[in-house]
């Protein structure tokens, strides 16, 4: 082995034949940086917590944490993602783990450690180690950052700036800094979605205007809004490390996919090192919890990873009477089965019970709405809901070498929601003493099974000079349901300002008994299809993205009804759509190494089960997406910023023929034009130091371009003109390191009531944090939502009858969080 005189002037010659220069403090790119190393220590364990970020700080983190010297070419390093490391181990464990993916090799001579790119002269190869490139480190845990290096909606990883279409990830850090521990507020704080209150305890996503019915676990596309549900989809986030939402058509990865978006779950997994977190939580409103979560790794070898969670959340509500309680649990194993190949398994499970205001507030029949306290409840003290949801994942990664990659993933997801609500309701609004409501009673019964499965290939390579990349998947999906449903409707003279919160408890037997209605429906709904992309960089700066998508869908919907006087036989709508295909493109062109602009191209096709006046099913909703953007991906990644122009238009919307056929209700027409337009632009990371930032900007309309009834009207009337969503949270450095602060806010402008043309003012809603380290392992924080107790209506399937409820009024949290040092 060469002696490390031998091998410096190597280094030194490699270096000035670069033309760089000398430095003993990372100052930036272009420069070789020297950061203290001691060669006795290299092989003794130390204690390091470096997030994901861009190489060049993780490096200056590395020397820190370490007291490590290192010599690297800054210029080598511009650009490149390090993968978080933490926990107790040597410094040439830590540096191995934080150079995955990079193509960085080292070398360790004396008491000097080197780094090289993988693509430098071979002065380096005497005791080198080669770290095997891999995908891009997308994991947000631990990062401490409100950005991603990279995400993997669009199967595959790959950057933000490499997509042709507006995402949004939202971190776990985000997600802990905020207390957001739900879907529905989590995409209410972040770009152009909005998180709707269903008819049911569940929630709507709306993206551009339209509902996103079909959500991805790890990528993996499942139906859960479908109506028969009544709009009970609830989503815990404990489980999960970051939420990724991409806004435009999505036919590509699901089919018959939302023309407005996608969201992509990606769950927690077993980290490298031992880590233990475990929170407790008490605030307004009696509310309490407590959370555990643990993983790293199980064995020696680290091959075999796994992660546990179990949370335990309660609380009472503003409003009178209504409570929920939160029983959930989530485990996860990961396994290497080899260097290359990762096998995972993991299950979780959610009890929910409650109490809640079903359908919130009818209005007055000129669309105001009551004078009444936001404390109001119009349900009965027997109002109950218990939604428990259990979910099987599993995936297969095998990375065959660098650059090809094979990955199976599958979910099983089974639902049982029950409740039976009281619920208040005036059909063309109250009287102007606001009396006259009618109390309708509910007993629902819904369960479901969800499957889905999705395999894709992923490769690089060059051909022709060029730089290509392709991608090639199939997957399917399964929704079966088992539905049952009781309602009456009871007429009274009661006033909306002294509603009985004690009539008799209801049964499904007494409800038919009553005179009621009940119904009992199967859906079945099966797709499947076969996906591809290429992309290729004709030029150094340009790439090309081409896809398609063949779909298969089969749609099945049954029911029977059931009075007092007996029960009907099943009948029902069937539908079939063969071989639909989907096609997109792209382009992407690199203006600098920081910013590129950008244009896309997608259908859509979405089914539909209306009959026309011959009994026919209507052919599907078509659809184009248009979206031009610009990207920047500043301060060696830290930063991620956007903006684009979007137009979608559709058509063969069903409308109504104006008879009386189809069993009364009237037959359908395929004739109906819609069309969304708008402008996003966002900023999220850490934008000045120590400062993470996120904010998002959404202008968007929606109108009926053709239809007999609507045309020229609002299309989504939840759907807000203008909608911004900021927040940031910095840490104090310095005698006040031990302070962070976060402050933000939530505005729109007015939404509208579905079925009476009155507005729904717009608000702005301030949230802050105030947190404290109180020691390495105890950390202390208060949120305060709602800050200047702002009163409005949140944005839901607001109707004159019903569906009007009260934002939360200014509430607290405060939560210690304990982390045990390994």
Same mark, same amino acid.
């Given at each position: %082995?060469?002696?490390?005189?031998?091998?410096?002037?190597?280094?030194?010659?490699?270096?000035?034949?670069?033309?760089?220069?000398?430095?003993?403090?990372?100052?930036?790119?272009?420069?070789?940086?020297?950061?203290?190393?001691?060669?006795?220590?290299?092989?003794?364990?130390?204690?390091?917590?470096?997030?994901?970020?861009?190489?060049?700080?993780?490096?200056?983190?590395?020397?820190?944490?370490?007291? +490590?010297?290192?010599?690297?070419?800054?210029?080598? %390093?511009?650009?490149?993602?390090?993968?978080?490391?933490?926990?107790?181990?040597?410094?040439?464990?830590?540096?191995?783990?934080?150079?995955?993916?990079?193509?960085?090799?080292?070398?360790?001579?004396?008491?000097?450690?080197?780094?090289?790119?993988?693509?430098?002269?071979?002065?380096?190869?005497?005791?080198?180690?080669?770290?095997?490139?891999?995908?891009?480190?997308?994991?947000?845990?631990?990062?401490?950052?409100?950005?991603?290096?990279?995400?993997?909606?669009?199967?595959?990883?790959?950057?933000?700036?490499?997509?042709?279409?507006?995402?949004?990830?939202?971190?776990?850090?985000?997600?802990?800094?905020?207390?957001?521990?739900?879907?529905?507020?989590?995409? /209410? +704080?972040?770009?152009?979605?909005?998180?709707?209150?269903?008819?049911?305890?569940?929630?709507?996503?709306?993206?551009?205007?339209?509902?996103?019915?079909?959500?991805?676990?790890?990528?993996?596309?499942?139906?859960?809004?479908?109506?028969?549900?009544?709009?009970?989809?609830?989503?815990?986030?404990?489980?999960?490390?970051?939420?990724?939402?991409?806004?435009?058509?999505?036919?590509?990865?699901?089919?018959?996919?939302?023309?407005?978006?996608?969201?992509?779950?990606?769950?927690?997994?077993?980290?490298?090192?031992?880590?233990?977190?475990?929170?407790?939580?008490?605030?307004?409103?009696?509310?309490?919890?407590?959370?555990?979560?643990?993983?790293?790794?199980?064995?020696?070898?680290?091959?075999?990873?796994?992660?546990?969670?179990?949370?335990?959340? *309660?609380?009472?509500?503003?409003?009178?009477?209504?409570?929920?309680?939160?029983?959930?649990?989530?485990?996860?194993?990961?396994?290497?089965?080899?260097?290359?190949?990762?096998?995972?398994?993991? @299950?979780?499970?959610?009890?929910?019970?409650?109490?809640? /205001?079903?359908?919130?507030?009818?209005?007055?029949?000129?669309?105001?709405?009551?004078?009444?306290?936001?404390?109001?409840?119009?349900?009965?003290?027997?109002?109950?809901?218990?939604?428990?949801?259990?979910?099987?994942?599993?995936?297969?990664?095998?990375?065959?070498?660098?650059?090809?990659?094979?990955? @199976?993933?599958?979910?099983?997801?089974?639902?049982?929601?029950?409740?039976?609500?009281?619920?208040?309701?005036?059909?063309?609004?109250?009287?102007?003493?606001?009396?006259?409501?009618?109390?309708?009673?509910?007993?629902?019964?819904?369960?479901?099974?969800?499957?889905?499965?999705?395999?894709?290939?992923?490769?690089?390579?060059?051909?022709?000079? %060029?730089? *290509?990349? @392709?991608?090639?998947?199939?997957?399917?999906?399964?929704?079966?349901?088992?539905?049952?449903?009781?309602?009456?409707?009871?007429?009274?003279?009661?006033?909306?300002?002294?509603?009985?919160?004690?009539?008799?408890?209801?049964?499904?037997?007494?409800?038919?008994?009553?005179?009621?209605?009940?119904?009992?429906?199967?859906?079945?709904?099966?797709?499947?299809?076969?996906?591809?992309?290429?992309? @290729?960089?004709?030029?150094?700066?340009?790439?090309?993205?081409?896809?398609?998508?063949?779909?298969?869908?089969?749609?099945?919907?049954?029911?029977?009804?059931?009075?007092?006087?007996?029960?009907?036989?099943?009948?029902?709508?069937?539908?079939?759509?063969?071989?639909?295909?989907?096609?997109?493109?792209?382009?992407?062109?690199?203006?600098?190494?920081?910013?590129?602009?950008?244009?896309?191209?997608?259908?859509?096709?979405?089914?539909?089960?209306?009959?026309?006046?011959?009994?026919?099913?209507?052919?599907?909703?078509?659809?184009?997406?248009?979206?031009?953007?610009?990207?920047?991906?500043?301060?060696?990644?830290?930063?991620?910023?956007?903006?684009?122009?979007?137009?979608?238009?559709?058509?063969?919307?069903?409308?109504?023929?104006?008879?009386?056929?189809?069993?009364?209700?009237?037959?359908?027409?395929?004739?109906?034009?819609?069309?969304?337009?708008?402008?996003?632009?966002?900023?999220?990371?850490?934008?000045?130091?120590?400062?993470?930032?996120?904010?998002?900007?959404?202008?968007?309309?929606?109108?009926?371009?053709?239809?007999?009834?609507?045309?020229?009207?609002?299309?989504?009337?939840?759907?807000?003109?203008?909608?911004?969503?900021?927040?940031?949270?910095?840490?104090?450095?310095?005698?006040?390191?031990?302070?962070?602060?976060?402050?933000?806010?939530?505005?729109?402008?007015?939404?509208?009531?579905?079925?009476?043309?009155?507005?729904?003012?717009?608000?702005?809603?301030?949230?802050?944090?105030?947190?404290?380290?109180?020691?390495?392992?105890?950390?202390?924080?208060?949120?305060? /939502?709602?800050?200047?107790?702002?009163?409005?209506?949140?944005?839901?399937?607001?109707?004159?009858?019903?569906?009007?409820?009260?934002?939360?009024?200014?509430?607290?949290?405060?939560?210690?969080?304990?982390?045990?040092?390994?």
């Amino acid at each position: %082995m060469s002696s490390i005189h031998e091998l410096k002037p190597l280094f030194k010659a490699l270096v000035m034949s670069r033309g760089l220069r000398s430095r003993r403090v990372l100052t930036g790119l272009g420069l070789v940086c020297l950061l203290p190393l001691s060669a006795q220590v290299m092989a003794e364990d130390v204690s390091v917590d470096i997030p994901a970020q861009s190489l060049p700080q993780a490096l200056q983190a590395f020397g820190q944490q370490t007291n +490590q010297q290192v010599i690297y070419n800054a210029g080598d %390093m511009a650009g490149l993602k390090s993968n978080r490391v933490s926990g107790k181990m040597s410094p040439q464990a830590a540096l191995a783990e934080l150079l995955k993916g990079t193509g960085v090799r080292y070398s360790v001579e004396g008491n000097t450690l080197m780094l090289l790119r993988g693509s430098a002269t071979g002065s380096l190869e005497l005791g080198a180690t080669t770290v095997k490139a891999q995908e891009l480190a997308a994991t947000t845990e631990g990062s401490k950052s409100y950005t991603s290096n990279a995400v993997t909606i669009g199967k595959g990883t790959h950057t933000l700036k490499e997509i042709p279409q507006s995402v949004t990830v939202m971190t776990r850090k985000q997600m802990d800094d905020q207390n957001l521990v739900n879907l529905k507020d989590a995409v /209410n +704080q972040t770009t152009g979605i909005v998180g709707l209150q269903g008819v049911g305890q569940g929630m709507i996503l709306s993206s551009r205007g339209f509902q996103i019915d079909d959500w991805q676990y790890d990528g993996v596309p499942i139906p859960r809004n479908t109506y028969s549900l009544g709009n009970w989809a609830t989503q815990d986030l404990i489980f999960f490390d970051r939420l990724e939402i991409m806004r435009g058509a999505s036919g590509l990865l699901q089919g018959t996919g939302s023309p407005g978006g996608a969201v992509n779950l990606v769950r927690k997994r077993g980290q490298n090192a031992p880590t233990v977190t475990l929170t407790g939580k008490a605030g307004s409103w009696d509310h309490y919890g407590l959370q555990l979560d643990a993983g790293g790794p199980l064995n020696q070898a680290g091959n075999i990873r796994g992660r546990i969670v179990v949370d335990e959340d *309660q609380s009472n509500s503003f409003v009178d009477h209504a409570w929920s309680k939160t029983h959930s649990l989530y485990g996860a194993l990961d396994v290497d089965l080899s260097e290359d190949t990762t096998l995972g398994f993991a @299950v979780s499970q959610s009890n929910g019970e409650s109490r809640g /205001n079903i359908r919130g507030l009818p209005r007055y029949a000129d669309g105001r709405m009551p004078d009444v306290s936001r404390s109001t409840y119009t349900g009965a003290r027997w109002n109950r809901s218990e939604i428990d949801v259990t979910t099987l994942y599993a995936d297969l990664e095998h990375r065959f070498n660098e650059d090809w990659a094979f990955k @199976v993933g599958a979910v099983h997801m089974s639902e049982d929601n029950q409740a039976k609500n009281q619920r208040v309701q005036r059909g063309g609004g109250l009287l102007p003493d606001g009396s006259g409501v009618q109390y309708a009673d509910f007993l629902t019964d819904f369960q479901s099974t969800k499957v889905g499965l999705d395999m894709n290939l992923t490769g690089k390579f060059e051909a022709l000079s %060029m730089a *290509q990349e @392709v991608m090639l998947g199939g997957n399917y999906s399964q929704l079966e349901t088992d539905d049952r449903y009781a309602r009456t409707f009871n007429n009274t003279s009661d006033s909306i300002f002294d509603i009985d919160n004690d009539r008799p408890d209801i049964s499904y037997d007494s409800l038919i008994a009553a005179g009621g209605l009940g119904v009992l429906s199967k859906y079945d709904i099966r797709q499947k299809g076969v996906y591809g992309t290429w992309r @290729v960089k004709p030029v150094d700066d340009l790439t090309l993205v081409l896809g398609s998508r063949v779909s298969w869908y089969d749609y099945s919907y049954k029911a029977k009804n059931e009075t007092s006087a007996g029960i009907t036989p099943y009948s029902g709508t069937t539908g079939t759509e063969t071989g639909v295909v989907t096609p997109y493109a792209g382009i992407i062109y690199d203006l600098s190494r920081e910013w590129a602009v950008y244009a896309s191209y997608t259908d859509v096709f979405q089914p539909q089960t209306n009959r026309d006046a011959n009994g026919s099913v209507l052919k599907p909703i078509v659809g184009t997406n248009y979206e031009v953007g610009l990207k920047g991906e500043l301060m060696d990644g830290r930063v991620n910023t956007s903006l684009a122009i979007f137009r979608y238009d559709h058509e063969n919307r069903a409308i109504n023929d104006g008879g009386s056929g189809c069993g009364g209700s009237g037959c359908s027409v395929a004739s109906g034009k819609v069309r969304s337009q708008g402008i996003d632009a966002e900023i999220s990371g850490e934008v000045i130091d120590n400062l993470q930032l996120f904010a998002g900007y959404t202008y968007n309309t929606t109108k009926y371009l053709e239809d007999p009834d609507n045309e020229g009207s609002i299309f989504s009337t939840w759907t807000p003109k203008h909608m911004l969503r900021v927040w940031g949270n910095y840490q104090f450095t310095g005698d006040w390191s031990r302070v962070s602060t976060g402050l933000g806010f939530t505005t729109q402008s007015h939404t509208m009531v579905y079925d009476y043309d009155r507005e729904i003012p717009g608000y702005t809603v301030w949230n802050a944090r105030v947190g404290y380290q109180l020691t390495p392992e105890i950390a202390l924080a208060v949120n305060a /939502n709602n800050l200047f107790d702002k009163t409005y209506i949140t944005s839901a399937y607001n109707q004159i009858n019903g569906n009007n409820n009260f934002g939360d009024p200014r509430n607290l949290m405060f939560s210690v969080t304990y982390k045990p040092q390994f």
